[in-house]
C-alpha cells in the first residue's frame, strides 16, 4: 500500500472519528442544556445528531414544567440548521422543523417574568406538525380549549420575542384541524367538527354553539334572564381573509363569508328577573368592538331559526324556515358605509317573509330602516307562540302584511298595513284548556274580523334599552297589528 493511499485513509478515519466524536459532544452538550433549563423537567429515549446533514432528531420527548404544563412528542427532527446562526448572530435559523404526534397540555397560571437576556430570533423555513393534540385549560378547570388532530405546514416562520408589534410572522400557511372546542363563556362552547386553513381562505364543516346546560338545567345557574343557544351549522366559509394592524386596532377582513345549511335554536325561560342592563342595538356593538372589521358580503343559505319562550306551564315557538339572506358592507371603518340585509324565509312554515334591513355603523344616533312584507298567513300556524304565552287562540287569514320604520336608539316611527280575512280571537281561561266565550265575544266586537283594503296606520314606539333589538322590533308589529284590527 502505498504512502499516499495510507495517508488519505488515515485522514478519512480521522475526519469519520471527529465527526462521530463532534455528534456525541454535541449531543451531550444538548442532554446538558436541556437540564439546564429553569423550571422544566425534559426526558428523551434518545438524541441523534448529523453535523454533516446540520441535523438533529429526537424521539419519545416529555416535558412538565413547575405550572403543569406538559408536552409529550413521539418525534421531532430539526435538519438544515445554520451553524454561523448559532455563534455571534440575532437569528437561529432552521431550514426544517418536524414535529410528530405533539400531546399538548397547558395550564393558565401566573406568567413567567420576561428574562431581562436577549433573546434570538428564530427563523424556521418550514414548520411541519403532524397528529398533535392540543388541550388549554384555565383557573378553573372549566374553560377548556382543545383540539383532537392538527396536520398541517408554516412556511417562513418567525419568532421574534423582541418585537413590539408582531412577535410571530409567516409567509404560507396550511392547516386541517379536526374537533375544536373553544370556550365562548360560562354557559356556551364554540365547537368545529372541521377546519381547514389556506394562505386566502378557511373552510369549516359542523360548527357549533353549544350550551353545556341543558334548557331546564341552565335556569339553575341563572339569576336573571339568559338565553339556552343551539346553533348548528353545516358549513361556514371564510374567503380571502386578512389580519392587519392599522392605528390601534386589529383589522379583521374577508372578500366573502358564506354559512349555508345553519340551524338556530334559542330558548329563553321568562320565569327568571328581568336582565336590566344596557342592550346596544347592532350598529352601536359592533362599533364598540375592540377590533375592526371589513366584510363586503356574508350570505346565508338554506337555514332555520326556532324561538321558543316560556312564560306559563309550557313555551310558545315561532319558527323561520328556509332562511336565506345577504348582509353587504360590515364594516366598522368607512365613515359612510351602509351596511344592508336582505332576508327572505318562510314563517311558520306557511307564510313567505321578506326583510330588507339598513343601518350604519358608525352612525352614533343608531339610525335604522326597516322594510317589510309577510303573505299568506293561516292564523292558527301562530298559535304555537300565542296560545302559551297569551292564553289565546286565533283563527282565519292574513292575506298581507307590510311595514316600513324609521328608528334610532331611542324612537320609531312608521306605517302598518295588514290585509286579513275571518281574523277571530278566541281568549282561555286561566289555567284551564277551555275557551272563555264570553270574554272572547266581548274582544271580537272590537275587532274587525274582515280587512281587504290597503288602508295604512301610522305607528309610534318608545324603545325599552333593556330589551333586545328583537323586542324594539315585535313592539313596532304589535302596534301596527293593534291599530289595524282595532280601527
Not at 12 to 33: F, H, P, Q, S, T
Not at 205 to 223: P, R
Not at 445 to 453: A, G, H, M, W
Not at 469 to 482: K, M, Q, S
Request: charged residues 30%; contains cysteine; aromatic residues 10%.
Amino acid at each position: 500500500m502505498s504512502k499516499y493511499i495510507k495517508i488519505g485513509l488515515a485522514t478519512i478515519l480521522a475526519v469519520i472519528v471527529l465527526i462521530m466524536g463532534g455528534n456525541l459532544l454535541v449531543e451531550k452538550k444538548i442532554r446538558d442544556r436541556l437540564q439546564e433549563i429553569n423550571g422544566y423537567n425534559i426526558e428523551t429515549a434518545s438524541i441523534d445528531v448529523n453535523l454533516l446533514t446540520r441535523s438533529v432528531s429526537a424521539v419519545d420527548i416529555d416535558i412538565d414544567d413547575t405550572l403543569k404544563n406538559t408536552f409529550s412528542i413521539k418525534k421531532i427532527a430539526l435538519s438544515g440548521i445554520s451553524i454561523t446562526s448559532l455563534f455571534g448572530s440575532d437569528s437561529i435559523v432552521i431550514g426544517e422543523l418536524k414535529v410528530e404526534n405533539l400531546d399538548a397540555l397547558l395550564h393558565r397560571k401566573k406568567s413567567r417574568k420576561n428574562s431581562s437576556k436577549k433573546q434570538k430570533q428564530l427563523i424556521i423555513k418550514k414548520l411541519v406538525l403532524k397528529d398533535t393534540r392540543f388541550t388549554y385549560k384555565d383557573t378553573t378547570e372549566k374553560n377548556i380549549v382543545k383540539t383532537e388532530k392538527i396536520n398541517g405546514h408554516v412556511f417562513d416562520l418567525h419568532i421574534n420575542p423582541a418585537s413590539e408589534h408582531k412577535k410571530i410572522d409567516y409567509k404560507k400557511i396550511d392547516f386541517e384541524v379536526d374537533n375544536i372546542v373553544l370556550p365562548m363563556n360560562y354557559y356556551q362552547n364554540f365547537l368545529v367538527g372541521k377546519l381547514i386553513l389556506k394562505d386566502d381562505y378557511i373552510k369549516t364543516a359542523s360548527v357549533k354553539i353549544k350550551t353545556i346546560y341543558d334548557k331546564n338545567e341552565l335556569q339553575k345557574h341563572l339569576k336573571t334572564e339568559r338565553d339556552w343557544i343551539s346553533l348548528t351549522i353545516d358549513s361556514l366559509n371564510i374567503y380571502n381573509y386578512k389580519r392587519a394592524k392599522l392605528n390601534e386596532n386589529y383589522t379583521y377582513s374577508s372578500e366573502k363569508i358564506d354559512i349555508i345549511q345553519g340551524n338556530l335554536e334559542v330558548y329563553r325561560d321568562k320565569g327568571l328577573p328581568d336582565d336590566t342592563r344596557y342592550k346596544p342595538l347592532y350598529s352601536k356593538a359592533l362599533r364598540n368592538l375592540p377590533f375592526d372589521i371589513d366584510v363586503p358580503e356574508l350570505n346565508i343559505y338554506k337555514s332555520r331559526i326556532t324561538y321558543e319562550e316560556k312564560v306559563n306551564d309550557s313555551p310558545g315557538k315561532i319558527v323561520f324556515t328556509d332562511v336565506s339572506s345577504t348582509i353587504k358592507n360590515i364594516n366598522t371603518l368607512k365613515e359612510d358605509g351602509e351596511t344592508l340585509i336582505d332576508i327572505e324565509s318562510k314563517f311558520m312554515g306557511d307564510a313567505d317573509f321578506k326583510l330588507l334591513w339598513k343601518f350604519n355603523i358608525n352612525n352614533k344616533a343608531d339610525f335604522f330602516t326597516l322594510h317589510g312584507k309577510m303573505e299568506h298567513l293561516n292564523a292558527e300556524k301562530i298559535n304555537d307562540f300565542v296560545e302559551p304565552n297569551m292564553n289565546i287562540i286565533t283563527s282565519g287569514s292574513i292575506t298581507s302584511l307590510l311595514f316600513d320604520v324609521d328608528a334610532n336608539e331611542n324612537n320609531a316611527t312608521g306605517t302598518f298595513q295588514m290585509k286579513y280575512d275571518d281574523f277571530v280571537v278566541n281568549i282561555k281561561k286561566k289555567n284551564k284548556n277551555v275557551v272563555n266565550k264570553f270574554i272572547s265575544t266581548i274582544a271580537n266586537i272590537f275587532v274587525k274580523n274582515t280587512k281587504e283594503d290597503n288602508e295604512k296606520v301610522d305607528i309610534k314606539v318608545e324603545r325599552n334599552k333593556e330589551k333586545s333589538f328583537f323586542n324594539y322590533f315585535w313592539l313596532c308589529v304589535r302596534e301596527g297589528t293593534i291599530q289595524t284590527v282595532l280601527k
